[in-house]
């Protein structure tokens, strides 16, 4: 777990985190941060405009989760279920936050039949993209679902194939940004909804110099920053990072399919003061200029908050909350 997104009534709605578009908007009403777990059973809720900004827990029919979103028109949650192997929609959060319910109801789901091992999601409006990372149970198979909401579930519209390893991946417009796990680079599908259900191929893949392991993705379109994961290795926990590409239209552009980016053009957050060992998922809030990260190494997990760096350094994160498993991290602001 953005942007701008037109819903089917034409509401203009800010979302930040992992997965789409935002646009400026300083006069916000709402702002929320959410999170996923995959060893708690739990999804949070925070109300970042509340002087107090108390986090709520709220127990779901999902032990295992990932890619969390919030909509508040709809008041729901979706996850991509890792227990249930589905998509799942928990609704009256509002209600369940001024009450103190602990359990959200689930009310609607796709079938359990069409994807395991799901890593990220991405969402614009009724559109909800599942990333699948290979597995036994899935022949092996890296593949990207692409569902509509609806008001009975979900419909599954397409599936890409893909040829490399899926973790993080990111809606911008009409543009798929995807990161290729257990590599340092990222890929782009222009016009994804263009392609036929089969094989998808790369419009362009780059090499972000200095990234050991992408995971964690996000980009800001008020900003034109990217904003990336570093997870190095799975088994340490120091040697994670966060890596800003401001200029990214540009910077992207002007490098060639293949190519690399400079960490010239990089501004990085690493080092022992970070607490960054395997930062699994970020969002970013525009406004506010903060950065959330889901980290799940260190102490069984963390949701760390940064302020946007304007130099690279090994910066401490202005907030450290502890958040059992936590696997995906969203913001949405309107």
Request: glycine content about 8%; charged content about 15%.
């Given at each position: 777990?953005?942007?701008?997104?037109?819903?089917?009534?034409?509401?203009?709605?800010?979302?930040?985190?992992?997965?789409?578009?935002?646009?400026?908007?300083?006069?916000?009403?709402?702002?929320?941060?959410?999170?996923?777990?995959?060893?708690?059973?739990?999804?949070?809720?925070?109300?970042?405009?509340?002087?107090?900004?108390?986090?709520?827990?709220?127990?779901?029919?999902?032990?295992?989760?990932?890619?969390?979103?919030?909509n508040s028109d709809t008041d729901a949650i979706i996850v991509a279920s890792r227990t249930n192997n589905k998509l799942e929609t928990y609704t009256g959060v509002k209600e369940a936050v001024k009450t103190g319910l602990d359990n959200l109801k689930l009310t609607l789901s796709?079938?359990?039949?069409?994807?395991?091992?799901?890593?990220?999601?991405?969402?614009?409006g009724d559109i909800v993209i599942v990333a699948q990372d290979q597995l036994a149970s899935n022949g092996m198979t890296n593949k990207l679902f692409?569902?509509?909401?609806?008001?009975?579930?979900?419909?599954?519209?397409?599936?890409?194939?893909?040829?490399?390893?899926?973790?993080?991946?990111?809606?911008?417009?009409?543009?798929?940004?995807?990161?290729?796990?257990?590599?340092?680079?990222?890929?782009?599908?222009?016009?994804?909804?263009?392609?036929?259900?089969?094989?998808?191929?790369?419009?362009?893949?780059?090499?972000?110099?200095?990234?050991?392991?992408?995971?964690?993705?996000?980009?800001?379109?008020?900003?034109?920053?990217?904003?990336?994961?570093?997870?190095?290795?799975?088994?340490?926990?120091?040697?994670?990072?966060?890596?800003?590409?401001?200029?990214?239209?540009?910077?992207?552009?002007?490098?060639?399919?293949?190519?690399?980016?400079?960490?010239?053009?990089?501004?990085?957050?690493?080092?022992?003061?970070?607490?960054?060992?395997?930062?699994?998922?970020?969002?970013?809030?525009?406004?506010?200029?903060?950065?959330?990260?889901?980290?799940?190494?260190?102490?069984?997990?963390?949701?760390?908050?940064?302020?946007?760096?304007?130099?690279?350094?090994?910066?401490?994160?202005?907030?450290?909350?502890?958040?059992?498993?936590?696997?995906?991290?969203?913001?949405?602001?309107?």
């Amino acid at each position: 777990m953005k942007k701008l997104f037109i819903t089917s009534a034409f509401l203009f709605i800010i979302f930040t985190s992992c997965d789409s578009n935002d646009s400026e908007n300083t006069n916000s009403t709402e702002a929320v941060l959410v999170t996923s777990s995959n060893t708690s059973g739990k999804i949070t809720y925070q109300d970042l405009l509340s002087t107090s900004a108390m986090v709520k827990s709220f127990t779901i029919a999902s032990l295992d989760a990932e890619g969390v979103s919030y909509n508040s028109d709809t008041d729901a949650i979706i996850v991509a279920s890792r227990t249930n192997n589905k998509l799942e929609t928990y609704t009256g959060v509002k209600e369940a936050v001024k009450t103190g319910l602990d359990n959200l109801k689930l009310t609607l789901s796709s079938l359990n039949t069409e994807f395991t091992n799901a890593r990220e999601t991405a969402v614009s409006g009724d559109i909800v993209i599942v990333a699948q990372d290979q597995l036994a149970s899935n022949g092996m198979t890296n593949k990207l679902f692409v569902y509509k909401k609806t008001a009975t579930g979900f419909s599954l519209l397409k599936t890409f194939t893909t040829d490399f390893k899926l973790w993080g991946i990111h809606l911008n417009g009409n543009d798929l940004y995807a990161v290729a796990d257990l590599t340092g680079d990222i890929v782009l599908f222009k016009d994804y909804m263009n392609n036929a259900s089969g094989v998808i191929t790369a419009t362009k893949r780059v090499t972000i110099a200095g990234l050991v392991r992408t995971h964690g993705i996000t980009y800001s379109a008020s900003d034109d920053t990217m904003i990336l994961t570093d997870v190095g290795s799975a088994t340490s926990g120091t040697d994670g990072g966060l890596i800003f590409i401001k200029n990214f239209t540009s910077v992207f552009n002007s490098t060639s399919a293949g190519g690399t980016i400079a960490q010239t053009n990089q501004i990085r957050i690493y080092g022992s003061n970070s607490l960054l060992g395997n930062p699994v998922d970020v969002a970013y809030d525009h406004v506010t200029k903060k950065v959330y990260v889901a980290e799940r190494l260190n102490a069984g997990g963390e949701v760390l908050t940064y302020t946007y760096p304007t130099a690279s350094g090994d910066f401490a994160p202005t907030n450290v909350r502890l958040e059992a498993g936590v696997t995906s991290v969203f913001v949405f602001r309107k």
